[in-house]
């Protein structure tokens, strides 16, 4: 018997998979979906490319649903080793990027199929036997609407976002929108599989993504209002001490593995809109999260003089080499394709900085470390 009739003699018993997500709930969702399967066993999960490695020579799966965009190494990376710890896997990349973007790159660097994300969980499942040659199944069906046609009306050219700002932003709406899809979906279609618990469960699941993609959708509808000048502010006086004190307090869960150092002339009345400002400063304190070693100290300084108030946000992260500096602010800024995001949080920021008649910087004070100051005038 050939090494191709013996892997599909063992996947038609159960094929073992390994999930590839950075993404909690996607992986629950996956597991859920396959678990319902007779011919599917799930052996393992990963949350990077490097983890999905070990984890491939580890328990030798027949099949490895593999996201892209992943932190530490993205799914691109990963094939090719996943590839060399199991030669005889079936690698499926699973991403929100439309096909049209980067299929031909995935199946270049080593995968078997691409599927999009937000395929509905019962053609998910059609699509793997398909591939796998489990059983015969009808070809998945095309939506009538693709995920890019759902941010742009044209093809892209000629307007402001471009064909890769639109696939980024798509990416980054399918990851949330497929949790709550297929959640969803499974909740409508079998109820009576579920305890209460489980119930409970799904909709908290629903309810995170449904969250996130509020959070996508307003960062977008922000951007476009920075590109426009027409970023609306409720102003009131405000001590930005205490703004940043209970901002620090608030994002304790966020924050937690890092140790924070807070430095304070306060009180310092400002003239403010306290939700924009505590949107600036949330978003300087996350990237910091991102980028420092854990256990690395994070620094938020708040000081002023006569004319202006300063919040100082310093990490301990690799820092920003000189010749990129100018690219941290542009719209879909991203020094490092590995962490997720689309690169709108500094540019929306220094946007809603100016607003104020202020401004966002970023320190010169060079790696290791960087440091951004959110500067707004005092009266």
Same mark, same amino acid.
């Given at each position: ?16 998979? $390994? ?35 070990? !984890? ?45 973007? !980067?299929?031909?790159?995935? !199946? ?39 995920? $890019? ?36 979906? $499974? ?60 901002? *620090?307090?608030? !994002? ?22 306290? *939700? ?25 300084? *708040? ?8 919040? *100082? ?48 910087? $970023? ?17």
């Amino acid at each position: 018997m050939s090494e191709s009739c013996e892997l599909v003699a063992v996947m038609t018993m159960a094929a073992r998979v $390994l999930l590839v997500d950075d993404t909690p709930d996607i992986r629950a969702l996956l597991r859920l979906v396959l678990s319902r399967q007779d011919d599917f066993e799930v052996v393992a999960e990963a949350a990077d490319g490097s983890e999905a490695i070990d !984890m491939a020579r580890e328990h030798r799966p027949d099949i490895v649903l593999l996201d892209l965009a992943m932190p530490v190494m993205d799914g691109l990376e990963a094939i090719p080793g996943v590839r060399a710890a199991v030669p005889d896997c079936k690698i499926i990349v699973l991403s929100g990027f439309n096909a049209d973007q !980067m299929a031909a790159e995935a !199946m270049s660097a080593g995968a078997d199929a691409y599927i999009e994300k937000g395929t509905p969980p019962l053609r998910l499942v059609s699509e793997l036997r398909r591939i796998c040659g489990l059983r015969e199944a009808a070809p998945p069906e095309r939506p009538d609407v693709r995920p $890019l046609d759902i941010v742009s009306a044209g093809d892209g050219a000629g307007t402001p976002w471009g064909r890769d700002h639109l696939a980024l932003v798509t990416h980054e709406i399918m990851s949330p929108l497929a949790v709550i899809e297929g959640f969803a979906s $499974l909740l409508e279609r079998k109820p009576h599989l579920f305890d209460h618990h489980q119930v409970r469960e799904h909709a908290a699941s629903i309810s995170r993504s449904a969250r996130q993609l509020r959070s996508l959708l307003e960062a977008i509808t922000d951007a476009r209002r920075v590109e426009e000048s027409a970023l609306t502010l409720d102003r009131a006086r405000v001590d930005l001490v205490a703004l940043t004190q209970e901002l *620090v307090q608030d !994002m304790a869960t966020i924050t937690a593995g890092h140790r924070v150092h807070v430095r304070c002339d306060g009180p310092i009345d400002v003239t403010l809109d306290a *939700v924009r400002i505590r949107q600036v400063v949330s978003n300087l304190m996350t990237n910091a999260v991102k980028f420092s070693p854990r256990d690395g100290v994070i620094e938020v300084t *708040v000081q002023a003089d006569e004319r202006w108030a300063e919040v *100082v946000v310093r990490d301990q992260g690799p820092g920003i080499p000189h010749e990129r500096r100018a690219q941290v602010f542009r719209r879909f800024g991203r020094l490092d394709t590995a962490v997720k995001g689309m690169g709108l949080g500094l540019y929306i920021s220094r946007g809603l900085a100016r607003a104020h008649g202020g401004d966002l910087v $970023l320190l010169d004070e060079g790696p290791p470390g960087a440091a951004f100051a959110l500067r707004l005038p005092r009266h």
